[in-house]
């Protein structure tokens, strides 16, 4: 009985680790499984997302490509024939490529647009799936730390806000890359206009 008495610290219960008291009450069991498994789907659409990026810049570098090939080999198909016609011919029928050769441009213009566009917004809507994951990932720490004192009603109210409160940062500019990229391209097609223009006159 003294040996007791003199130590009390020996009757008192030994506290669990946080991860048995998640296992022992049903709610916090069920929010960290509900939790772990949304964590994994975000892995899943971060991964999907990235892989559909990557596909995108694949598409934009061969647009690239496709154009400087194209224009390159017009040109040179343009001066060959030239050399063999007359100049006054030649000249009065270089509406027809430099029609075809505006067209042709245009077109990739708005597909190399097109697909800028699409990009950007993959990569808003990655950022928001990493920001969602950052979130969550740091509930599921703090469940697995405090065990029964984490409070179920408290932390998920304040992840509903964070993630419906979250403010997307945009720097006000008034040129972007794209716009650069639309501008290079139109100049480089007027550029072709006029090569065609010389090639088929002079």
């Given at each position: ?13 030994k506290?669990?680790h ?14 960290l ?29 061969q ?30 029928r ?62 998920v ?17 008034k ?8 501008l ?19």
């Amino acid at each position: 009985m003294e040996n007791q008495s003199s130590n009390p610290s020996i009757m008192l219960p030994k506290q669990s680790h946080p991860l048995h008291q998640i296992a022992e009450t049903p709610t916090h069991r069920l929010l960290l499984k509900q939790w772990l498994k949304e964590e994994e789907l975000i892995l899943n659409r971060i991964s999907f997302k990235e892989t559909q990026i990557d596909l995108i810049r694949k598409e934009i570098t061969q647009l690239y490509i496709f154009f400087f090939l194209f224009h390159s080999i017009s040109l040179l198909l343009l001066f060959n024939s030239s050399s063999k016609e007359a100049p006054v011919g030649g000249c009065h029928r270089s509406w027809i490529p430099s029609l075809c050769s505006l067209l042709c441009s245009m077109g990739i213009i708005w597909a190399v647009r097109y697909k800028t566009d699409v990009e950007v917004h993959l990569e808003k809507l990655l950022e928001r799936e990493e920001e969602d994951g950052k979130l969550l990932g740091k509930c599921v720490e703090e469940l697995k730390k405090k065990g029964v004192e984490f409070d179920l009603l408290k932390e998920v109210d304040a992840l509903r806000r964070a993630k419906s409160l979250r403010v997307e940062a945009k720097a006000v500019r008034k040129w972007s890359a794209r716009d650069f990229v639309t501008l290079f391209f139109f100049t480089a097609s007027c550029l072709v206009l006029g090569l065609t223009r010389v090639i088929l006159c002079s």
